[in-house]
Antibody, heavy 113, light 107 residues
Framework: QLVESGGGLVQPGGSLRLSCAAS????????ISWVRQSPGKGLEWVAN????????YYVDPVKGRFTISRDNDKNSVYLQMNSLRAEDTAVYYC????????WGQGTLVTVSS | DIQMTQSPSSLSASVGDRVTITCRAS??????SVWFQQRPGTAPKSLIS???RLQSGVPSRFSGSGSGTDFSLTISSLQPEDSATYYC?????????FGGGTKVEIK
């Protein structure tokens, strides 16, 4: 089971750090993705990270602003989000693999003044 | 980027109907496609991976097919609990991309 946390209300230009913690599965067996869903919209892949953290990939709109990382000792993955914009408002999910077979319940990020 | 074009965007069907949703990739993705079901207010749930592999615990009325650029998800006998939005996704090439979704309603 994956559990996301760290969402909330933040002003434009602000920062948030999301966490994805696992129970019952060992995260370092998997690539882990962050996927977001804006209110009433479809799904958008944001970033992912290899099992050992040696490779990361990002969608263009977040490059240079978001950083994905992991701590396998804590069985957790993180998404550091800086320079947040209104268009980053979404529910953020973590999911296993590039095919996203298992998902957490999501955490809502609202960017608004 | 690879575009995933789903059709239809919505449909309404009766319990027991056979329903098919299609997804077209803008370039060859071999069999690197996955289908999800999302009910309102909940996280997506994977149904089919690698184009045709039924995920554990998913009812056998769901099936997937296709390769290359054309893929489909079929529900052989629609049930009330199948009312949801369905998404396809490719994991062949970065950035990973999703289709726009198909909303399935029960008449």
């Amino acid at each position: 089971q994956l559990v996301e946390s760290g969402g909330g209300l933040v002003q434009p230009g602000g920062s948030l750090r999301l966490s994805c913690a696992a129970s019952g599965i060992i995260l370092n067996n998997f690539w882990i993705s962050w996927v977001r869903q804006s209110p009433g919209k479809g799904l958008e892949w944001v970033a992912n990270i290899k099992q050992d953290g040696s490779k990361t990939y990002y969608v263009d709109p977040v490059k240079g602003r978001f950083t994905i990382s992991r701590d396998n000792d804590k069985n957790s993955v993180y998404l550091q989000m800086n320079s947040l914009r209104a268009e980053d408002t979404a529910v953020y999910y973590c999911a296993t693999g590039s095919n996203h077979l298992s998902w957490g319940q999501g955490t809502l990020v609202t960017v608004s003044s | 980027d690879i575009q995933m074009t789903q059709s239809p965007s919505s449909l309404s069907a009766s319990v027991g109907d056979r329903v098919t949703i299609t997804c077209r990739a803008s370039q060859d993705i071999k069999n690197y496609s996955v289908w999800f079901q999302q009910r309102p207010g909940t996280a997506p749930k994977s149904l089919i991976s690698a184009a045709s592999r039924l995920q554990s615990g998913v009812p056998s009325r769901f099936s997937g097919s296709g390769s290359g650029t054309d893929f489909s998800l079929t529900i052989s006998s629609l049930q009330p609990e199948d009312s949801a939005t369905y998404y396809c996704q490719q994991y062949s090439t970065y950035p990973l991309t999703f289709g726009g979704g198909t909303k399935v309603e029960i008449k």
